[in-house]
């Protein structure tokens, strides 16, 4: 039989590698005080698609139910998690979760992630937090070349706030910024009647790269306390990374973001060697107004099988073969435990297949089981 387009069948170090990632990870988030989540699979598509959150159903996996309502397959934690949390009206602040989510405009259908929700928490510290356990993520699995991406939702909305733009041509600018279409924000702007605003966010869709930007926007936004104060708030995050030893940070001024609860700080983790996404997150306390709740929440995930690609094949270990019969089994499985560091398979017969570091045979001598090498 064959799969439907996106899906795939997966074998041998791939899938060790990704059950590893997610080990190291939930024995982070259990010293790191987390408590763990699990969300339904299938979910109504109105969680996901109401204006709050913004996803489009036609990305969804979705179909009707018996009553006529839409469900989908769970395309986006962070909304799902919201949803539960208002429900369980606990005071734990600090969820981990682990699982896959499904959306059709990605490649593959499935993502497996793994990630954190940090709520009710004061800014700077649950940031940190954040970033503070994608590090030592990272670092456990062997990935030690990486960058850390800040961003800020509310540069943006800021410079933008004036324009008298309809809901729909806000959305088209956001995403010529988040292209990176500078023609196209230059039109968008201009035709509404600021040309000088338009020059700016061109201009702003450069602010890419090394910290050294933030000391040009400083003097550049000195008359503007809003710009002023994000900036001074991620010069506080990247102060915080650099004693803790991380040293590559960028920035980029013109991010905005990609769906509509994000409203503050954004920050992402690429490879240093290719440039792979390791990790997304920010903030996004408008989330929880659909609820009616004011709630601080603040998140990141990992893309696990990006994760499980770096960490490369994994150690090698000595894989032995103990050559047993009926009568033998029970000796050979008791012989298995002085072997831990190994891979021991017990078989009637070798195959010539399969690579054998070692190959023990048992035998009875002097009225007992020894094993000994063939």
């Not at 699982?99 to 499935?110: A, H, K, L, N």
């Not at 793994?114 to 709520?119: K, R, T």
């Not at 324009?163 to 956001?174: G, T």
């Amino acid at each position: 039989m064959f799969l439907p387009s996106g899906s795939q069948d997966e074998f041998g170090n791939v899938v060790s590698n990704r059950n590893m990632v997610c080990e190291v990870f939930r024995d982070i988030i259990a010293n790191r005080g987390f408590v763990e989540i699990s969300t339904p699979l299938v979910e109504y598509a109105s969680t996901f698609t109401n204006r709050y959150v913004g996803m489009e159903l036609q990305n969804l996996l979705k179909w009707f139910n018996r009553n006529g309502e839409i469900e989908v397959l769970r395309p986006d934690w962070t909304s799902a998690i919201a949803r539960a949390l208002v429900r369980l009206k606990s005071k734990q602040k600090k969820w981990a979760y682990q699982g896959s989510v499904f959306r059709e405009d990605q490649p593959g259908i499935e993502k497996r992630q793994i990630g954190i929700e940090i709520i009710q928490t004061p800014e700077i510290l649950g940031e940190s937090e954040c970033l503070f356990l994608a590090k030592e993520l990272l670092e456990k699995l062997n990935i030690n070349e990486y960058a850390v991406e800040l961003g800020h939702t509310d540069i943006f909305e800021e410079l933008t706030k004036s324009l008298k733009l309809p809901a729909a041509e806000k959305q088209r600018l956001r995403v010529a910024m988040h292209n990176k279409r500078k023609d196209e924000v230059f039109a968008i702007v201009t035709q509404y009647g600021d040309e000088n605003l338009a020059t700016e966010l061109v201009f702003l869709i450069g602010a890419y790269g090394s910290i050294d930007i933030l000391k040009e926007y400083e003097h550049r936004w000195a008359e503007n306390a809003k710009l002023s104060a994000i900036l001074q708030h991620l010069n506080r995050i990247i102060t915080i990374l650099k004693e803790v030893n991380i040293h590559e940070i960028m920035v980029d001024l013109g991010r905005v973001k990609n769906l509509p609860y994000y409203s503050g700080i954004m920050f992402r983790g690429y490879s240093s060697d290719n440039g792979d996404l390791c990790f997304s997150g920010g903030r996004y306390d408008k989330l929880y107004d659909q609820f009616e709740t004011n709630m601080s929440a603040i998140g990141l995930a990992f893309d696990v099988d990006i994760l499980a690609n770096k960490m490369g094949i994994a150690s090698k270990r000595e894989r032995i073969g103990i050559v047993a019969t009926d009568d033998t089994l029970a000796f050979a499985e008791r012989y298995r435990s002085k072997c831990k560091e190994s891979i021991v398979e017990i078989v009637y017969e070798v195959d010539p297949s399969v690579p054998y570091d070692k190959v023990l045979l048992v035998k009875k001598m002097n009225g007992n089981f020894e094993v000994v090498e063939a």
